[in-house]
């Protein structure tokens, strides 16, 4: 760093300004005269300035064909010298027609010429080269126009101010490094000595409020923290208009009483209101306590301290985007990692649906899952909805064709819809590959919701690792749920091998019999996991196995075998699920349903059902074994001896053929096309005519009349 | 801060009260368990308080605050 007070040329500061720049922005600065001269060097380090300033002579060609056809140059543009490499060009600002032009190489974006271009200039290169694109062009050519005023204020003043001096490689460092370069350039201007003796800078905390988060110079501790209202006071005013304003002489005026607490009061000041990166604002303020003027010379100065600090908040700001995205990404992919290594459902949607909510700062979220077994749908809130939830569940219904497809046709990409309530949703299909699990919704709050792409392309993510972790889950659980069955079923004939083959036969049973009854397959997988541990007792099973209804189903089960160990005459809420176990445990063990028959709780309708299921599964079970007798064999024997009734109508023997084949009287009904009112006339006739009062009874009087012939 | 800023400290946050749901935490025990400083963890509860992720129990010294399960979970027919 050159020492204070050191005069040093314009054409050198203009130099630190442009490397101070380069290095920043990885731009190639250099600036000619309105002929295409070159007046500054742009020796740097950059690669690609090199590959510029090896061709300089063709490159020099070009930039004077442009001023020749430019010759009214009179704003930053861009140029495009190669294919796929610009170089952007702004005026350096003169009270007359403009001489000096600054220029600043590019490259464009997603170009394969000019990425090629790049890679052949620079293969090692471990900065990266700005990239041009329409979304950052405006930005580009924002900050060469302030590089140019930068290089405008060099030119201008022969006199060297002291803010001129910061421009040094010191400077540079502080943009850098972690220290806060907007208070180390306060610091040098006010230790430079010049007419600025305190330098401020107000950070928007509200919508209409101001606090001065970083101020130097002398009392600057009393005036930390302090607040003002957009309109109120100096510093107002220019919050309000957004005008950069000087304040002469200015001791004594009410305006200025945000200074009041210090012991000396302002005599200038100058405002100035700056645009942050994030589209908040700041003024910043300076002034002396010692001169009531200000000149042209501290005017630049100001200015120029306002584009710097300008520059490097944007900087700034664009440094926490970026660590923000990453650290938010790093939050994912730990999330990712939870639900992966733990597959959980609960936990997988707690974890959707909570940090759903908390993304969008919204006020509700709710998972639709489906249970693919049962054709039934969960639903699970987090939050307020404001109206009738089910509309909402209709709606998804409606739009997804009952969850078999995806709200926005072909993909799963996240869709904005509008609730029945009027409020804006997100919805993330929860999807495996093209089937469909179930729909994440996030209420988006009122208008102005900033980031919605950003929140959109997040909660896609979130929705994915969730879907594949419920499915891990899903898979996880299962293969532990029978395997664990398996294990406790196994250990029963280690102890008793009778147990352990009653259970696997009653299993084998309730397995074939659910599926002729077309339970459903959790009443199915209880049933047989009740069978299986029929060994133990309820409350062991329940221990075990807590989500499961297998427990309940054998305490029903237990009611019906055992009425003499139950006060409560009802059976309870397994009941077809409870009889099913029941039978299949008695078949076990006698290999007959007679002793079931006899049982005072058992329902006689699911009795019927059961034998008459039991008796085809042998006999389908006999054909597989060769059995002497088929099924035709039996059915014809069945139709000779009913024919042999003679006391039952034409009509009547059919009704009981078809009672023999174990078909309910809706079955029946719709074979003979009559109504089951009628077939239950002709059973109720039947049962008379035979002298037995249920249907086990009248097929046993069936095969009793085989037999006895 | 901001909710991108405090993003990674909520979902943080949510992993503990989620993996305690029956535990209550004051203010100072979540800041010692996550690293973190009241301050920044302040804006965060306030939200879980507004959102109903978690509850706040009047202790003995300070508020504690206990995870709430979802509030509806309801089952339906899927068929049309």
Redesign the interface.
């Known amino acids: 760093m050159k020492g204070r007070g050191t005069m040093i040329s314009s054409i050198e500061l203009i130099e630190k300004v442009q490397k101070t720049f380069a290095t920043q922005y990885g731009l190639t600065f250099f600036l000619t005269d309105s002929k295409g001269e070159v007046i500054t060097s742009a020796e740097d380090d950059l690669i690609l300035c090199k590959r510029l300033l090896g061709k300089e002579e063709e490159l020099l060609c070009e930039i004077r064909s442009i001023l020749m056809h430019n010759e009214s140059l009179s704003k930053a543009l861009t140029y495009e010298i190669q294919s796929g490499l610009f170089i952007m060009a702004s005026p350096v600002p003169t009270d007359e027609s403009p001489s000096y032009y600054l220029w600043a190489g590019v490259l464009v974006e997603g170009d394969k010429d000019s990425k090629q271009l790049l890679d052949e200039s620079d293969p090692d290169r471990e900065r990266p080269t700005p990239i041009l694109a329409e979304a950052n062009k405006d930005e580009w050519l924002g900050l060469i126009e302030k590089v140019a005023q930068i290089a405008s204020l060099c030119l201008r003043h022969e006199e060297v101010t002291p803010v001129t001096e910061i421009f040094t490689d010191e400077w540079r460092s502080h943009i850098q490094t972690t220290k806060d370069p907007v208070i180390e350039l306060f610091s040098q201007v006010i230790a430079a000595g010049g007419d600025i003796e305190f330098l401020g800078l107000a950070e928007q905390t509200g919508e209409d409020i101001y606090t001065i988060t970083k101020i130097k110079g002398e009392e600057e501790g009393a005036l930390q923290g302090a607040r003002f209202l957009a309109g109120e006071g100096f510093l107002g005013r220019t919050a309000l208009t957004g005008e950069r304003l000087y304040w002469e002489e200015i001791s004594g005026d009410r305006r200025s009483r945000l200074f009041s607490s210090l012991d000396k009061q302002p005599m200038f000041l100058f405002t100035d209101l700056l645009e942050i990166h994030d589209d908040t604002h700041s003024v910043l303020f300076g002034g002396s306590f010692t001169k009531g003027r200000v000149t042209d010379s501290t005017k630049n100065t100001a200015q120029t301290i306002a584009t710097l600090v300008e520059s490097s908040l944007t900087i700034k700001g664009l440094r926490r985007e970026n660590s ?1 995205q990453l ?2 990404l ?2 994912l992919i ?2 990712g990692s ?1 639900m992966a290594s733990t597959p959980d459902p609960r ?1 997988t ?3 959707l ?3 759903s ?3 969008v ?3 509700f979220s709710s998972i639709v899952i ?1 249970d693919r077994e049962n ?10 909805y404001k109206g009738d ?1 089910n509309e909402y ?1 209709k709606s998804i ?1 409606e739009r997804t064709a ?2 078999s497809r995806f709200p926005a046709g072909e993909t799963n990409e996240p869709q904005i819809e509008v609730m029945p309530n009027g409020r804006e949703v997100i919805e993330c299909p929860l999807s495996y590959g093209r089937e469909m699990m179930g729909i994440l919704s996030v209420a988006v709050p009122g208008a102005g919701n900033t ?1 919605m792409e950003e929140n959109l392309a997040f909660l896609q993510t979130l929705s994915i690792i969730g879907s594949v972790s419920l499915q891990l889950a899903e898979r996880s659980d299962n293969g532990i749920q029978e395997q664990k069955a398996e294990a406790l079923h196994l250990a029963v004939s280690e102890f008793d091998g009778e147990a352990y083959r009653r259970s696997k036969e009653s299993a084998e049973l309730a397995a074939v019999i659910t599926g002729r009854l077309e339970s459903s397959s959790e009443i199915a997988k209880s049933v047989v996991l009740a069978c299986q541990l029929s060994y133990y007792s309820p409350s062991f099973v329940h221990k075990m196995f807590p989500d499961s209804e297998a427990a309940s189903i054998m305490e029903t089960g237990n009611a019906i075998l055992n009425p003499e160990d139950s006060s409560d005459t009802a059976v309870g809420g397994w009941g077809t699920a409870g009889y099913i176990y029941a039978l299949c445990l008695v078949y076990a063990i006698k290999q007959s349903t007679e002793d079931a028959a006899r049982l005072e709780k058992m329902d006689s309708e699911v009795f019927e059902i059961f034998s008459s299921l039991v008796r085809t599964t042998h006999v389908t079970e006999s054909e597989f074994d060769l059995s002497d007798v088929s099924e035709s064999g039996e059915a014809k024997a069945v139709s000779g001896a009913v024919k042999k009734m003679k006391n039952l109508s034409p009509r009547e023997r059919e009704v009981l053929i078809l009672i023999s084949e174990g078909k309910t009287n809706q079955e029946i009904a719709e074979l003979l096309y009559i109504s089951t009112h009628t077939v239950k006339n002709h059973v109720t006739k039947i049962f008379h005519k035979l002298g037995v009062s249920d249907r086990a009874n009248a097929i046993s009087k069936v095969y009793r009349t085989i037999h006895s012939h | 801060m901001n909710n991108r800023m405090i993003l990674p400290l909520q979902m943080e946050c949510l992993m503990l009260f989620q993996s305690n749901p029956q535990s209550t935490h004051s203010l100072d025990d979540l800041a010692v368990r996550l690293g973190e400083t009241r301050e920044n963890l302040e804006p965060v509860i306030a939200l879980f308080k507004k959102q109903g992720i978690i509850e706040q129990l009047q202790g003995p010294g300070d508020d504690l605050y206990r995870y709430r399960e979802p509030e509806a979970s309801t089952e339906f027919e899927i068929g049309p």
């Open positions: 923000q650290s938010r790093t939050s730990d999330i939870l936990r949607i707690l974890i649906l909570d940090i909510i908390n993304l700062e919204g006020a489906k054709d039934t749908g969960r639903l699970i809130t987090r939050g307020n939830i569940v219904m009952h969850l980031g």
